[in-house]
């Protein structure tokens, strides 16, 4: 007899509570400092903001702020150069290690997400020392999205590798024997059935390359980026508008998953094809 | 000769050590029909692909209509195909998918909707234009797979195991309608199966294949009743196997010591007395009445140019218009002897004799002897 069949209601088992209380664990774990970030950036005392003194004092100096405001321009600039170089990258190496089967297919798939595993800090310097020595290069804009996309591409190939194992190439191969070339046979057939992973590398590498200040610091300089204006603040504290910035970064990355999870409830968007 | 539809000269596939496609030359005539029929492995997929330049050959010549393809690639080839699994684009509706030839073809849009209109009504697709392929049956993608295989009339259709992903009644059905586009549309279809019965049912010609040959091409009629090997033999059609030894020869014959008595079987090319044969009988070429008085202790006996045998009846599987009727022989081996159901009234454990012909049925050395 299973619990629950006496008609006495729904009995729950011990067990399930043990197991609801410790996700309920493991979310405070996950959220609780990024609520109270965003609970702080309300506060007039960031200090210790309880009760909570109601004020939007932080959120007007972050925009009166000019130096916020270029640094926003910037970060957005990079992330999005990062993120298309990366998506790029990320897709050709994906497809290639698919389709054309190599006996070192494991090595392939090994040097593209090597990055991972080296400290940001030590990605920067390398690019700096490297561009500034060997090639000649300055330091800029072009040069911190191609430096981000170094991780971007490595965590884009996993993304894009995880839903492109289920293509069916053969789908390509019908495309071609009824007259569709290889450029118009992936735009076609490949890319909108595949786009939901690219779209996800793009996202991905994007957050990764606004947020990043390391290897960003190293090939940027003196160009301001918002990781590196609210590691240049913190010389003279934890000031309320870092907790500002903190809250809309987070709100910004949240109403976009939340987007995405409207639409594809709605029906709106099918993020990829889900087989016969 | 004039164009042949499609010429394959000495054409040679190898995938490192195996060779899948070993120096096939074949010539299909327009309005033909033609079968590549084989086990699994046997490169008769290998074979379709090259043709549709899928696959590129090692050796030899790939000719469509006269011109040499062979190292043009698919999407200049002009030829149509119909997949195992019918490939269907999932993101298009099913009128996107069968004009996609034409689309690719730059052919104007007003052209393309009356060939689609055509093609709809040719494959009773009417009505399901705006669906999405995962919103069809298994019938209806395959009609649909069919339709865009044909929308362009291809100088060749090709056509990979279409009817393996359905269900027997829809196979069948198709079996006759894929026939009927083909004779109405003349346009050389080759069609590759492991179904021998889809096989004889819709080509003119077949091939049989083996380990990248043929092991025999010719008319269907001819590649039932006149197998040219064992293979062929036990591939096609339906046969009781009987492994034996020939003992005299006589002209175009000769008998077969089997199972303590003889047989009258053809004589296999270049057999002498003493040679292990292995000696096939199809089905329905056997036939069976209940033992009489006169009957009981014939094994194996040659009379009035009649070969009989004795047994007893074990079993009768029902099969609708047929019947097998399976029948154990005295020395524990069964014999399938397929007839009408409603001839005999013959009961399981009765006792039976089994005739044939004598000299019918097909006859070759046994393999590795």
């Given at each position: 007899?299973?619990?629950?069949?006496?008609?006495?209601?729904?009995?729950?088992?011990?067990?399930?509570?043990?197991?609801?209380?410790?996700?309920?664990?493991?979310?405070?774990?996950?959220?609780?400092p990024i609520l109270y970030v965003v609970y702080t950036s309300f506060a007039t005392d960031v200090v210790w903001p309880f009760p909570l003194d109601f004020t939007l004092t932080a959120y007007e100096d972050l925009f009166a702020s000019s130096l916020y405001g270029e640094a926003l321009s910037n970060s957005l600039k990079l992330a999005f150069g990062s993120a298309v170089i990366s998506t790029f990258l990320a897709a050709g190496g994906a497809i290639a290690v698919l389709r054309y089967r190599s006996r070192r297919r494991g090595l392939v798939m090994f040097l593209f997400i090597a990055p991972l595993f080296v400290a940001d800090l030590l990605i920067g310097i390398s690019i700096l020392a490297f561009n500034a020595r060997v090639l000649g290069l300055p330091g800029n804009l072009v040069s911190a999205m191609a430096a981000n996309a170094v991780q971007g591409t490595a965590f884009g190939f996993l993304i894009i590798l995880a839903q492109l194992v289920r293509y069916n190439w053969s789908m390509d191969d019908a495309a071609m024997v009824f007259g569709a070339g290889p450029l118009r046979c992936f735009a076609e057939i490949t890319l909108p059935t595949i786009w939901?992973?690219?779209?996800?590398?793009?996202?991905?590498?994007?957050?990764?390359?606004?947020?990043?200040?390391?290897?960003?610091?190293?090939?940027?300089?003196?160009?301001?980026?918002?990781?590196?204006?609210?590691?240049?603040?913190?010389?003279?504290?934890?000031?309320?508008?870092?907790?500002?910035?903190?809250?809309?970064?987070?709100?910004?990355?949240?109403?976009?998953?939340?987007?995405?999870?409207?639409?594809?409830?709605?029906?709106?968007?099918?993020?990829?094809?889900?087989?016969? | 000769?004039?164009?042949?539809?499609?010429?394959?000269?000495?054409?040679?596939?190898?995938?490192?050590?195996?060779?899948?496609?070993?120096?096939?030359?074949?010539?299909?005539?327009?309005?033909?029909?033609?079968?590549?029929?084989?086990?699994?492995?046997?490169?008769?997929?290998?074979?379709?692909?090259?043709?549709?330049?899928?696959?590129?050959?090692?050796?030899?010549?790939?000719?469509?209509?006269?011109?040499?393809?062979?190292?043009?690639?698919?999407?200049?080839?002009?030829?149509?195909?119909?997949?195992?699994?019918?490939?269907?684009?999932?993101?298009?509706?099913?009128?996107?998918?069968?004009?996609?030839?034409?689309?690719?073809?730059?052919?104007?849009?007003?052209?393309?909707?009356?060939?689609?209109?055509?093609?709809?009504?040719?494959?009773?697709?009417?009505?399901?234009?705006?669906?999405?392929?995962?919103?069809?049956?298994?019938?209806?993608?395959?009609?649909?797979?069919?339709?865009?295989?044909?929308?362009?009339?291809?100088?060749?259709?090709?056509?990979?195991?279409?009817?393996?992903?359905?269900?027997?009644?829809?196979?069948?059905?198709?079996?006759?309608?894929?026939?009927?586009?083909?004779?109405?549309?003349?346009?050389?279809?080759?069609?590759?199966?492991?179904?021998?019965?889809?096989?004889?049912?819709?080509?003119?010609?077949?091939?049989?294949?083996?380990?990248?040959?043929?092991?025999?091409?010719?008319?269907?009629?001819?590649?039932?009743?006149?197998?040219?090997?064992?293979?062929?033999?036990?591939?096609?059609?339906?046969?009781?196997?009987?492994?034996?030894?020939?003992?005299?020869?006589?002209?175009?014959?000769?008998?077969?010591?089997?199972?303590?008595?003889?047989?009258?079987?053809?004589?296999?090319?270049?057999?002498?007395?003493?040679?292990?044969?292995?000696?096939?009988?199809?089905?329905?070429?056997?036939?069976?009445?209940?033992?009489?008085?006169?009957?009981?202790?014939?094994?194996?006996?040659?009379?009035?140019?009649?070969?009989?045998?004795?047994?007893?009846?074990?079993?009768?599987?029902?099969?609708?218009?047929?019947?097998?009727?399976?029948?154990?022989?005295?020395?524990?081996?069964?014999?399938?002897?397929?007839?009408?159901?409603?001839?005999?009234?013959?009961?399981?454990?009765?006792?039976?004799?089994?005739?044939?012909?004598?000299?019918?049925?097909?006859?070759?050395?046994?393999?590795?002897?």
């Amino acid at each position: 007899m299973s619990a629950g069949s006496f008609g006495f209601g729904r009995r729950v088992a011990p067990t399930a509570i043990i197991l609801a209380a410790g996700l309920v664990l493991l979310y405070v774990f996950l959220y609780a400092p990024i609520l109270y970030v965003v609970y702080t950036s309300f506060a007039t005392d960031v200090v210790w903001p309880f009760p909570l003194d109601f004020t939007l004092t932080a959120y007007e100096d972050l925009f009166a702020s000019s130096l916020y405001g270029e640094a926003l321009s910037n970060s957005l600039k990079l992330a999005f150069g990062s993120a298309v170089i990366s998506t790029f990258l990320a897709a050709g190496g994906a497809i290639a290690v698919l389709r054309y089967r190599s006996r070192r297919r494991g090595l392939v798939m090994f040097l593209f997400i090597a990055p991972l595993f080296v400290a940001d800090l030590l990605i920067g310097i390398s690019i700096l020392a490297f561009n500034a020595r060997v090639l000649g290069l300055p330091g800029n804009l072009v040069s911190a999205m191609a430096a981000n996309a170094v991780q971007g591409t490595a965590f884009g190939f996993l993304i894009i590798l995880a839903q492109l194992v289920r293509y069916n190439w053969s789908m390509d191969d019908a495309a071609m024997v009824f007259g569709a070339g290889p450029l118009r046979c992936f735009a076609e057939i490949t890319l909108p059935t595949i786009w939901p992973s690219l779209f996800g590398a793009f996202l991905i590498a994007f957050i990764l390359a606004f947020n990043n200040l390391e290897i960003t610091f190293y090939n940027l300089g003196a160009i301001p980026t918002l990781p590196s204006v609210a590691w240049g603040s913190l010389r003279f504290g934890l000031g309320p508008e870092l907790f500002a910035l903190a809250a809309l970064v987070n709100a910004f990355v949240f109403a976009i998953f939340a987007a995405m999870y409207g639409l594809m409830k709605t029906g709106l968007v099918k993020f990829g094809y889900r087989g016969q | 000769m004039p164009n042949a539809a499609l010429e394959l000269d000495s054409v040679t596939r190898r995938f490192g050590p195996v060779i899948a496609v070993d120096r096939i030359s074949l010539a299909i005539e327009q309005d033909e029909f033609f079968a590549l029929l084989g086990p699994s492995g046997s490169g008769k997929t290998t074979m379709l692909r090259l043709i549709a330049g899928l696959e590129q050959p090692d050796e030899g010549q790939v000719r469509i209509a006269g011109e040499v393809v062979t190292d043009l690639p698919p999407y200049r080839r002009g030829v149509g195909m119909v997949f195992q699994n019918f490939l269907l684009f999932p993101h298009k509706t099913v009128a996107e998918n069968i004009v996609f030839p034409l689309r690719m073809q730059k052919m104007d849009r007003a052209q393309q909707q009356k060939q689609l209109g055509w093609i709809l009504e040719l494959l009773h697709l009417q009505g399901l234009e705006a669906r999405y392929p995962n919103e069809l049956s298994g019938g209806q993608q395959q009609r649909v797979a069919l339709a865009r295989g044909l929308i362009s009339r291809p100088a060749l259709l090709l056509l990979d195991e279409p009817l393996a992903n359905l269900d027997r009644e829809l196979r069948s059905e198709m079996e006759v309608e894929i026939r009927r586009y083909q004779k109405e549309l003349k346009i050389p279809f080759v069609y590759v199966t492991h179904n021998q019965e889809e096989a004889l049912t819709m080509s003119d010609r077949i091939a049989v294949m083996r380990n990248g040959r043929f092991e025999q091409i010719g008319a269907k009629t001819e590649i039932y009743t006149n197998p040219a090997s064992a293979f062929v033999a036990a591939f096609v059609g339906h046969a009781n196997r009987l492994d034996g030894q020939l003992s005299e020869i006589d002209g175009g014959l000769a008998r077969m010591n089997w199972a303590g008595g003889q047989l009258l079987v053809p004589r296999p090319a270049d057999a002498k007395s003493g040679d292990r044969v292995r000696y096939f009988i199809k089905h329905e070429d056997l036939e069976v009445t209940a033992a009489g008085l006169n009957g009981g202790g014939l094994n194996g006996h040659v009379a009035n140019d009649i070969n009989q045998v004795s047994g007893t009846l074990r079993d009768i599987i029902f099969k609708g218009q047929t019947a097998n009727y399976i029948i154990t022989l005295p020395q524990g081996t069964d014999l399938v002897v397929s007839d009408t159901p409603r001839t005999i009234t013959l009961k399981p454990s009765d006792p039976v004799i089994v005739r044939w012909p004598a000299g019918s049925g097909a006859c070759f050395a046994a393999e590795g002897a």
